[in-house]
C-alpha cells in the first residue's frame, strides 16, 4: 500500500510561513490585496474563488471581486484590467480562464501588469519560468507540484521524471521548475509513442494530461513518486477522479497523491504565497 502525499499539511505550513511575512508588511504599513477578476458563473471557478478567499482569510490577506456577466464586452473586461494595473493597493491579480468565446484572452493575459500576475499568465510571467529568472510568478498549480515534492522530502536533484503533459498552465512550466532543480526530465503527452515505457522509467511521475485514466497499472513500477495533478468528474462513480488509475496504481507505487486532497489543496496556498510575495517587491 502506497504512502498518500495529501496536500493539506503542506498547505498549512505555506500558511504558517505566511503569516508572519503579513505580520512584517503590516508593521510597514502594508496589507497584501488580491484581486479576482471572473466572468460569469462556471462552477469550477466559483470552487476555487472560495477556495482562495478562504486561504487569503486565513493567512491575512485582503480580497477584491470583479464580477463580470458571460456575456460582458472585451473592452469592459480590459477597463478592469487596467483598473487593476493602477492600483497601488492591489498587489496580484488572478484571472479565472477560460473566458468565454467573445472575448480574446491571449490580449486580457498581456494586459495584465506581470508584476501582479500571481497565477503565470502573462508573457512576462512565463519568461521568468522558462528563464528560470525572478520575473513574475509561475503558474499556481505547477508550483504546486513543486512545492508538495520538496516539503514531502523528494530528491529532485538527478532524479529521472517523466512529465504527462505539455499545456502551459501545467506540463511545460512544471517540467522546466523541475530541471531548474536538476531533475532530468522527459516530457510525455496522449500522443508519446509508448507512453506506459516513459512512464514506467521514472522515479518521479507527474500526470497533467486533464484525461481520466490515461495512467493506469502498465504505466507504474514500485518505488515510483507518482504526482496527479488531474481533475476529472467520472459520470459512472459519480466523484472527482485524476488522470490516474489511483486504484490500480496505489497497490504498486511507492507515494501517489490523492485526488482530491493532493496537489489542489495547496495550488491557494502557493496563490497566497504569490500575493505576499508581490507585497513585499512593491515595498521594496
Partial sequence: MAELLRGAPIAAQITEELQGRV??????????KL????????PDDLSYERGACKRAD???????KFVLPADCEQADLLDVIEHINADPTIHGCLVFRPLPKQLDEDAVCAALDPAKDVDGITPGSLFGVFANRPCGFAPCTAEAVVELLERSGVALEGARVTVVGRSLVIGRPVALMLQARNATVTMCHTRTRDLAGACRAAEVLVVAAGHTRTVGA?????????VDVGINWDEGAGKLVGDVCFD????????????PGGVGA????VLAQHVVTAAERAVL
Fill in 248 to 259: 490500480e496504481a496505489e497497490p504498486v507505487v511507492a507515494r501517489i497523491t490523492p485526488v
Fill in 218 to 226: 502498465d504505466c507504474v513500477a514500485p518505488g515510483q513518486v507518482v
Fill in 23 to 32: 505580520e512584517r508588511l503590516a508593521a510597514r504599513g502594508v496589507a497584501p
Fill in 58 to 64: 486565513k493567512v491575512g490577506i485582503a480580497v477584491e
Fill in 266 to 269: 495547496v495550488t491557494t496556498a
Fill in 35 to 42: 484581486a479576482i477578476v471572473r466572468v460569469g458563473e462556471r
